[in-house]
């Protein structure tokens, strides 16, 4: 089995991985991930490639920018082969260019700065995350304080979608973890003197940023900012940075993250400790919508050579960088666990030195006196002219210690028994190992039940929480509801109540004071029907009564005034009392002076 085969494993993407990955907006659009089942091995779907938690975390996003695109394509690398810093160390060198240089990332001033090494251990070169991507030297640039480890990473693999385009130029080479590395000119290839004339302007730039008093830029500034403003710098854009929109940017993966979680994760991504404070803004305003370019701003555009024009000279492989002999494969099977195996799976940023080892030197070599190997099962027999024993084939068996000489008489029945021994261990070894095979096979039987059981399980969680969601957004509605109809009864009866109880439980209190205000309302119209029905003969003599209180309460709420109505027929009646008893009486009345008032107060 080559080296590169032994790291890769089954993938082992945790729940937390799949909430943070949720939370962060990279499952907001369908098909965009795909995550591995069983797979002990890559195989990914079509249009879709090999990629990391670790990577998506620091930038990366499907479809993929083009600057990345490029760098892969002139260094010769597949994504899987490139370390969470070193895809750090690319979103950085963007979101530097596009927020705080103003122009598109530059491929001279890229090869000015950094330069690729290889990176393994053990004398054994990886392949997933077998290159790493370091600032040269003799550069002053940004220190990121990077982790000098990133626990796990290898484990944590799956499947991004990259839609092909009909432009070669356009695609990343399709997934295969089989490719070896192969160090290429353009791993050291630096600026011409024409690139770097052209971009002298942004290196001083860079410098500027670096070490103005009071506006000092850091490379923890720029990450906390584009994690900040949800922007994934390794993703293909419409437009740049520079162009950012603010919170309505309809190329945002998610809306903005807790405080909280924005400084875990920024402190994931580096040494920072719980102590050290994260940097809520950058001391210099970065390019975008809100503070765009000056005008007549400089334009450069310099991105790696794509393979639309054919191969290219940089990508000419050199050597295969081994610098020496790697072990041979037997050995590494032998001694060298996989990467993602180890409980400490460190991401070497540096350039693993592998020199061979020398050849094993012999222990106790065997000597005979002047018997000289065939080659074949039979040894030749001494000559018997030197006056020597016969060879005995015990006694020539036996290995001797330094330099002794001495032939040792061996007992015959004593090695015959040892022989049996010998055969009993072995049987019983052999016995052992087939239970153990059986052990492990069951082990990995349990394993990957216990495997769906967990994924059903993250299932159910997601389920629940959903549920969980949509009830508490469910209490809320009725809760609002409840309310409402508390202040309109209130409104209308001027009467208010405060229930005892229960303490703490706002829907049940809200629920409480309704089924109050209900029972007054209910005595309320009880009272209101008996009143109703007691008037209705009084100003309704000719009609039945209602059979219903609505009907009842619509019979008194009429236009015209019943009250005045029923006092001016008593009158009526009256007046028509007196007319009937004075005509009873048989006497002459002048209806010409009856109301006449001034005149009966005159004969008074």
Not at 132 to 140: A, L
Not at 239 to 261: C, F, H, Q, T
Request: a negative charge.
């Amino acid at each position: 089995m080559a080296a590169e085969d032994l790291e890769w494993e089954r993938s082992k993407i945790s729940n937390q991985d799949m909430n943070l990955l949720k939370k962060l907006g990279f499952t907001k659009k369908e098909n965009t991930l795909h995550f591995p089942s069983e797979e002990s091995y890559p195989s990914p779907p079509m249009e879709y490639r090999v990629s990391f938690v670790d990577h998506l975390i620091r930038g990366l996003s499907p479809p993929i920018h083009e600057f990345l695109r490029g760098l892969l394509f002139v260094y010769g690398l597949q994504l899987h082969q490139l370390t969470p810093n070193s895809i750090l160390h690319v979103s950085i060198f963007i979101t530097l260019c596009e927020c705080f240089l103003g122009v598109h990332p530059n491929w001279a001033l890229w090869k000015r700065i950094f330069c690729i090494r290889r990176n393994g251990a053990h004398g054994v070169a990886y392949n997933i995350g077998g290159v790493v991507i370091c600032v040269r030297p003799d550069v002053e640039y940004f220190d990121v304080k990077f982790p000098d480890s990133v626990q796990g990473w290898r484990n944590k693999w799956l499947y991004i979608h990259e839609e092909s385009s009909d432009s070669v130029e356009y695609n990343i080479g399709p997934f295969d973890g089989k490719t070896k590395i192969l160090r290429r000119r353009s791993w050291d290839t630096e600026a011409t003197e024409e690139e770097k004339s052209a971009t002298e302007a942004l290196i001083t730039r860079i410098r500027e940023l670096q070490n103005t008093r009071g506006k000092e830029l850091s490379g923890i500034q720029i990450i906390a900012y584009f994690l900040r403003i949800r922007m994934q710098p390794l993703q293909a854009r419409k437009n740049p940075l520079w162009m950012y929109a603010g919170d309505e940017d309809i190329e945002r993966i998610s809306k903005d993250l807790p405080v909280k979680d924005l400084e875990k994760l920024i402190r994931r991504m580096s040494k920072l400790s719980k102590k050290d404070s994260i940097p809520t803004s950058c001391r210099i305003a970065p390019y975008s919508g809100a503070n765009p370019l000056p005008e007549n701003h400089p334009s450069l555009t310099s991105l790696p050579p794509l393979p639309e024009g054919g191969e290219v000279e940089d990508r000419t492989v050199v050597d295969d960088d081994n610098q020496g002999t790697l072990r041979p494969d037997s050995e590494v099977a032998g001694s060298h666990r996989s990467a993602a195996s180890s409980e400490k799976d460190a991401e070497s940023e540096g350039t693993a030195s592998t020199h061979s080892l020398p050849p094993a030197s012999p222990k106790n070599k065997r000597k005979r006196n002047e018997v000289k190997d065939s080659g074949t099962s039979k040894a030749e027999e001494a000559d018997p002219s030197d006056g020597k024993a016969a060879f005995n084939p015990y006694t020539d068996a036996l290995v001797s210690s330094g330099d002794e000489e001495e032939e040792q008489p061996i007992d015959a029945t004593a090695r015959t028994r040892e022989l049996a021994d010998a055969n009993k261990c072995a049987n019983a070894l052999a016995t052992k190992l087939e239970q153990s095979e059986k052990a492990r096979k069951k082990a990995e039987a349990d394993a990957a039940a216990v495997e769906d059981l967990r994924k059903r399980l993250h299932d159910v969680e997601n389920s629940l929480s959903e549920n969980i969601e949509q009830q508490f957004a469910r209490e809320t509605e009725i809760l609002t509801r409840l309310e409402s109809q508390s202040r309109r009864f209130v409104r209308r009866t001027h009467q208010d109540y405060e229930a005892d109880g229960p303490e703490g439980d706002e829907l049940l209190y809200a629920l409480t004071l309704l089924e109050i205000h209900g029972d007054e309302a209910r005595e309320g119209l009880a009272d209101a029907e008996a009143g109703l029905s007691k008037l209705f003969p009084y100003f309704f003599p000719k009609k039945e009564e209602p059979n219903t209180f609505v009907a009842l309460a619509k019979a008194f709420n009429v236009p015209e005034d019943l009250g005045l109505k029923l006092r001016q027929e008593g009158l009526k009646i009256g007046v028509e009392g007196t007319i009937a008893l004075i005509a009873n009486s048989q006497q002459n009345v002048d209806w010409t002076k009856v109301g006449d008032i001034g005149e009966m107060e005159t004969k008074k």
